[in-house]
């Protein structure tokens, strides 16, 4: 059926119950405008009175940055190394740094990234413990679920073992895609991965929750036209109620990002519709939940 093969949803009641939840925000391309998703649907997880981490794992550290987390600087410890240090054999490059050394508190908390994150493959290729697994158990071990309702994760665009390692230990995906040939592709990629994950047999597949057209600009007829084949593509696959509604490119999103706030600390009647939509993302997270 469709381009997406035969993957179908997974029945939530399948999944391990657990206090909190790990959700990502994932495409294989990049300009999608995940980073923003997840910073500002942290956001408004934390505005219904979640407890909500988030967790960068993309090595360019954009997320970090709208957190306003230099992660240049070379005191900045990041996620990179509390991975390191939970892996037994790699004892000989552990720090002395742990989970409460390296997040950043706030309304919404983080783990930040760091370019050391790009070499994480290369340090971890000599393990003899499952690879794909490390982010799952470095959560598991720090007691992480119990600490917080939901884990945000924010990935790379690729397909490499940062982005398995957050497939593997999330349960629930968002997926946001530009109208275009090269959403598309990377979109039927993503699933070819999912299928490789739960081929492995080591965890549970996580369950995609939402599709979400982004940055879309429907005057164009153009993108209006692709929009429309990819998401009767979509219904075919998955049932219109896995596709929330076009998030629009707006300049006010943009000039959040660049004040590197959420959508929520601003007052005016302009981003009220921001923040509805966003609202919306975060509702179809915790009805999930429940």
């Known amino acids: 059926m469709g381009f997406f093969g035969k993957r179908k949803i997974i029945d939530s009641e399948t999944i391990n119950e657990k206090m909190g939840k790990v959700i990502t925000f994932l495409n294989q391309k990049g300009g999608v405008g995940k980073t923003t998703l997840a910073f500002n649907t942290a956001h408004?997880?934390?505005?219904?009175?979640?407890?909500?981490?988030?967790?960068?794992?993309?090595?360019q550290a954009n997320l970090s940055l709208l957190f306003e987390v230099d992660c240049d600087l070379n005191e900045q410890k990041n996620i990179h190394h509390l991975l390191l240090n939970s892996i037994r054999e790699l004892k000989v490059l552990h720090t002395s740094n742990n989970f409460a050394d390296v997040v950043v508190r706030g309304e919404v908390d983080l783990l930040p990234a760091g370019q050391e994150l790009?070499?994480?493959?290369?340090s971890?290729?000599?393990?003899?413990?499952?690879?794909?697994?490390?982010?799952k158990k470095f959560i598991e071990k720090n007691h992480l679920l119990n600490m917080y309702d939901y884990i945000?994760?924010?990935?790379?665009?690729?397909?490499?073992?940062?982005?398995v390692n957050v497939l593997c230990a999330a349960q629930g995906i968002m997926v946001p895609f530009r109208p275009d040939d090269f959403s598309r592709k990377g979109l039927s990629h993503f699933y070819e991965v999912l299928e490789d994950?739960?081929?492995?047999?080591?965890?549970?597949?996580?369950?995609?929750?939402?599709?979400?057209?982004?940055?879309?600009?429907?005057?164009?007829?153009?993108?209006?036209?692709?929009?429309?084949?990819i998401t009767n593509e979509l219904k075919e696959e998955f049932g219109h109620d896995n596709i929330v509604s076009p998030m629009p490119n707006r300049i006010h999103l943009m000039k959040s990002q660049s004040?590197?706030?959420?959508?929520?600390?601003?007052?005016?009647?302009?981003?009220?519709?921001?923040?509805?939509?966003?609202?919306e993302l975060a509702n179809i997270i915790t009805d999930w939940n429940r």
């Open 118 to 122: 790009s070499g994480f493959e290369l």
């Open 44 to 59: 408004a997880l934390a505005k219904k009175g979640a407890r909500v981490l988030c967790i960068d794992m993309d090595p």
């Open 152 to 163: 945000v994760i924010d990935c790379p665009p690729t397909l490499g073992l940062l982005v």
């Open 197 to 229: 994950i739960e081929d492995m047999g080591i965890t549970e597949g996580p369950q995609v929750l939402a599709h979400i057209p982004n940055l879309v600009e429907i005057r164009r007829k153009q993108e209006s036209d692709d929009l429309e084949r």
């Open 259 to 279: 004040a590197r706030k959420s959508v929520y600390e601003f007052h005016t009647k302009d981003f009220k519709q921001l923040q509805n939509q966003f609202d």
């Open 124 to 135: 971890v290729a000599g393990i003899s413990a499952p690879r794909q697994l490390i982010l």
